[in-house]
């Protein structure tokens, strides 16, 4: 069986891998990424609107040109990324080393040990299936991500005209690359008041098109013998149902981060963002083991999981070199009204970037960060809704326990 | 006094347009760019266009538009591009040069697949 040894090993090859690979190579470390797919860029290759790379890289792109630019970083920091290949398992050793077993049709199974590794795995869609609707089980039934790809990987289109279930950014990306493809959309359906994706894409991807969003409506049923012919849609106001003749519905509704591999390793998991719980230099509860980007928390943006896998690299690699980080013993919580923050602690004496989900909307919010009691950090934050992430620095004393994020609403 | 929504990037401020003859007063907007939008909306509204091109031998490829294309040439660009086939071309090259007189590009994005 073939073996292969490197100092820092990274699972997925996304906007957040390439860009931990790079950051580790970059600090001198031999980088072995491992993909699934033919080619890098995860879920990016399908993703051709753009709006992407403002953040990391200061101009706007398409998911290809990010993926492709992010790869090239990559390499040139010295990477080597090896394509079709699976990870099938990982193990720790009594050393601490990490062995992942890998399997593909080009070189059957091998073995690939690391000092560090990353896990950047993305995430997978909420289907029809998670939020249970009833009805006929007719073809045509997609989530927006799948058809995404049958579109824009394999030239092929969905069906003709679509009903769209949830207001996700993929689901809007989606009523208008339909739109701009030939199909009709009815209407996409929102079971919230407000919608889910970002207010740029309500306004470019359905207002353009004078798509109708049904706030706080219900997919309640699915109908048609072979393939979709309508869906039933409930006024979860007035009760009201009607239906809409359609032959494809795509469902938006939902991200679930992808974390087999680290469940299997008994990584402690955080219930309230489906990844690992993780210290500030994204390190999981298991020394040497890191997660980053999509697997970790779902991000509204590719350019925040990159940067915050480019942490992830430089703290596997330092992982690599050293066998230990400094230890993170400030416990880190928040108020109600944040979902949750991220990390789940932070090493005392240092700087810490937090990343937070809101559970509210209000035009204007008071943030505040305290170490045991004290306040370290405040910052104003406008139109703070669900589907945007809002993210805080501070420095945390020396010697502190328990760090808290809160976060006001002010009226 | 129009309400609008920033398409520029993410943040998707909330902007208030005043137009008062040629004159157009923007606010809501948290940097320069806002403006351009706003101002660009109300005159000749523009979009960026993205899309995937048949090669005509199976393959195809994602492409986009150097620059945003004013919306009524849109549905135009979009109908050519689905009847004509192009030759597989690096990621960045020129698809179609300067789209109706335009000065837009439509350019490759990805490689062919």
Known sequence: MKQLNCDVAVIGAGGAGLSAAAAAAAAGKNVVVIDREESCGGVLCQCIHNGFGLRYFNEELTGPEYALRMERCARESGARIMLGETVGAVRRHSDNTLEATLFSAANGVSKLNAKAMVFATGCRERTRANIAVPGDRSAGVYTAGSAQKLMNLTGMLPGRRAVIVGSGDIGLIMARRCRWSGIEVAAVVEILPEPSGLPRNIAQCLRDFDIPLLLSHRCARIMGRNRVEAVEIENLITKERFTFQCDTVLFSVGLIPENELLKSMGVEMNPATGGPCVDGSCQCALPGVFAAGNSLHVHDLVDFASIEARRAGAAAAEYASSGKLPSADAEVSCSKTLKYAIPNKCVPGSACEFFFRPTVSCARAKLTASADGQEIAKKMCLSVRPAEMLTMKAEIPAGTAKVEFLLEECK | ?113
């Open chain 2, 1 to 113: 006094m129009k309400k609008m929504i920033c398409i520029t990037c993410p943040t998707g401020c909330e902007m208030e347009v005043l137009c008062d003859g040629d004159k157009i007063t923007v606010s809501g907007n948290r940097c320069p760019r806002g403006a351009a939008y706003a101002e660009s909306e109300i005159k000749d509204p523009r979009r960026t266009v993205t899309a995937v091109v048949h090669s005509g031998s199976g393959k195809f490829q994602s492409v986009r538009t150097d620059k945003p294309l004013p919306r009524p040439l849109i549905p135009g660009l979009l109908n050519k591009i689905l009847k004509e086939n192009y030759p597989e071309a690096e990621p960045g090259a020129v698809i179609i040069a300067d789209i109706e007189g335009t000065g837009v590009n439509l350019i490759a994005t990805g490689p062919a697949r």
